[in-house]
């Protein structure tokens, strides 16, 4: 049972950059991790994943050239940066991981981002 626990959300200005953390227990060999996020009143979205030898990344478009998705597999770690960040991207980000042979995924609690104008 993969259980993963986020950190590093927090309060930041237009422009500034913040970084998250994904810490992973459990068996995440050859999974796909990922970040999604969920702003106020809307549904949950896809913001990034990486396969288990981060040779292929996805962005969603709206974060592309400014968000990096990286993992330690040491440290069974995915990590999320965040730069030039905007109002927009206030929302909880969701860690999440599955396993390549599956389309369901595990999420993680969720950790806050808010982004002041």
């Known amino acids: 049972q993969v259980q993963l626990v986020e950190s590093g959300g927090g309060l930041v200005q237009a422009g500034g950059s913040l970084s998250l953390s994904c810490a992973a227990s459990g068996r995440t060999f050859g999974y796909i991790m990922g970040w999604f996020r969920q702003p106020p009143g809307k549904e949950r979205e896809f913001v990034a994943t990486?396969?288990?030898?981060?040779?292929?990344?996805n962005y969603a478009d709206y974060v592309k050239g400014r968000f990096t998705i990286s993992r330690d597999n040491a440290k069974n770690t995915v990590y999320l940066q965040m730069n030039s960040l905007r109002p927009e991207d206030t929302a909880v980000y969701y860690c999440?991981?599955?396993?390549?042979?599956?389309?369901?995924?595990?999420w993680g609690q969720g950790t806050q981002v808010t982004v002041s104008s």
């Open positions: 990486i396969t288990w030898n981060a040779l292929s990344t």
């Open positions: 999440a991981a599955r396993s390549s042979s599956r389309n369901d995924y595990t």
